[in-house]
């Protein structure tokens, strides 16, 4: 069944409904280089929200502060109704060693600055934007928690760390009787599936609902690649990471093919497979212009076959690694279970 805007879900362990489809706002600027002038922003936000949407992703360093001072001016007549997510750690001010990580200062002047350039009192949803492998976990926690408890944050959450120091986090603020960490931010698509080893399980477990970020592969799974447009200031970037490989283009190529049969582009293929993991709750989606957006949210209506779906996990497969790939083998579940029928838990 098609899903739409307005079909909003639940994230991670709060009553917090959010749409399947986030807004993401890294594009809201040119100072990256492949950004949207403000009156095109204007417009993907206007589009968005005009569908249903209403979980609008930033961060205190997109487009050197831009994407957070356009978006409060966007949302200005709107605020209540969405649900605003921004980010600190990375560096603010270079030069400045207290400007960037995870620690209390960096985090409430960071905050600060968040609020101002949106025009709000309070952060729906603060991430952790990067982990710094320094800050004590229960300085970031209780931290955290201080800013939620003054009201200027409501929920609390975390993207790119370790998937040991995220569960322990979680269970640090338990016992201690902390804001919760609500959602999970990692990139997951189609060439970069890693995030399925230890990442998506623990946060199902751990009550955090996961927002995927680069569901397209930085634009590898849109096809253009192949076809030779691949020649812009984003794909010279993904080119210059070594992001355009053989593997990487053929995953592409079945993309377009499942594409070709289901009446769709190849990127609301990819944006909807993403969508079928059952630990995602919305992939966040980004658009230079309303053409573009239109057809990422064409995802919505993507519907699979189960031959498709196979096809899709068998090109992009990856090894788990020890110890998952050693647990899911036969001699293992022989010497574990012999003959035992065992059902899961329900």
């Not at 990819?270 to 212009?289: D, F, M």
Request: aromatic fraction near 6%.
């Amino acid at each position: 069944m098609a899903l739409t805007l307005d079909t909003y879900r639940l994230l991670g362990r709060s009553g917090l409904r959010v749409s399947p489809l986030a807004l993401g706002t890294a594009t809201f600027g040119t100072e990256w280089g492949w950004g949207a002038e403000k009156a095109e922003a204007r417009k993907l936000f206007d589009t968005y929200v005009e569908r249903g949407g209403n979980f609008i992703d930033t961060a205190n360093t997109y487009t050197d502060g831009s994407a957070e001072r356009q978006l409060g001016e966007f949302a200005r007549d709107h605020r209540e109704s969405l649900v605003l997510a921004t980010k600190y750690t990375t560096l603010r001010r270079p030069g400045d060693p207290n400007s960037s990580g995870a620690h209390r200062k960096s985090l409430v002047a960071s905050v600060d600055t968040s609020l101002r350039r949106l025009d709000t009192d309070y952060l729906d949803l603060l991430f952790l934007h990067v982990w710094d492998f320094t800050t004590p976990v229960e300085e970031i926690l209780r931290g955290l928690d201080d800013l939620v408890r003054r009201g200027k944050v409501l929920y609390v959450a975390i993207s790119n760390a370790p998937a040991w120091e995220v569960s322990r986090m979680q269970a640090i603020a338990d016992l201690r009787g902390w804001s919760p960490l609500i959602a999970l931010q990692v990139e997951y698509n189609l060439i970069n599936r890693a995030a399925e080893r230890d990442l998506i399980p623990m946060a199902r477990t751990m009550g955090l609902g996961v927002t995927p970020y680069s569901p397209l592969a930085g634009g590898l799974l849109t096809g253009k690649y192949r076809a030779g447009a691949g020649s812009g200031a984003r794909e010279s970037f993904n080119a210059g990471l070594g992001m355009v490989t053989e593997r990487n283009l053929a995953i592409a190529d079945v993309v377009t093919e499942v594409a070709d049969e289901l009446g769709h582009t190849p990127a609301q293929v990819g944006l909807a497979w993403t969508l079928q993991n059952p630990g995602v709750t919305a992939s966040i989606i980004g658009a230079r212009t309303p053409e573009q957006l239109e057809g990422n949210l064409g995802a919505l209506e993507v519907e699979f076959g189960e031959a498709q779906l196979a096809r899709l996990e068998e090109a992009s497969a990856i090894d788990l690694g020890y110890p998952h790939d050693l647990l899911a083998g036969d001699h293992i579940r022989a010497v574990m279970r012999g003959d035992l029928k065992l059902e899961g838990r329900r």
